[in-house]
């Protein structure tokens, strides 16, 4: 069984930065493809970030260039540095793993989430 436990969500003004963090636990080989996503009141979950087994990052359109993720896998951990952020990224954030086999942005992709953590952007 695989666990993720996110921390980091906060409430910050427009233009502030956070970083979100996901200690994972638990059989971390079925961890190959690991992902962010958000859901803000009254919304879908949505995708936000991705870094498959190969090590290459997706983002959203609406937060590339402002996002960043990352994994250390020396500390069982992955990261999303949020900067230059907007009421409109407000919302709980989720972590999200599975296997390499089908790995894209899409919330049918993964089998195992988080608890959430809940960022708040004021205006």
């Known amino acids: 069984q695989v666990r993720l436990v996110e921390s980091g969500g906060d409430s910050v003004q427009t233009g502030g930065s956070l970083r979100l963090s996901c200690v994972v636990s638990?059989?971390?080989?079925?961890?190959?493809?690991m992902g962010w996503f958000r859901q803000g009141p009254g919304n879908e979950r949505e995708g936000v970030a991705l870094?498959?087994?190969?090590?290459?990052?997706l983002y959203a359109n609406s937060v590339r260039g402002r996002f960043t993720i990352s994994r250390d896998n020396a500390k069982n951990t992955l990261y999303l540095q949020m900067n230059s952020l907007k009421p409109e990224d407000s919302g709980e954030y989720y972590c999200?793993?599975?296997?390499?086999?089908?790995?894209?942005?899409?919330?049918?992709?993964?089998?195992?989430w988080g608890q959430g953590t809940q960022v708040t952007v004021a205006s």
């Open positions: 638990g059989n971390t080989g079925s961890t190959a493809c």
């Open positions: 870094l498959g087994n190969n090590g290459r990052p």
């Open positions: 999200a793993a599975d296997g390499p086999y089908w790995c894209v942005l899409q919330r049918s992709a993964f089998g195992v």
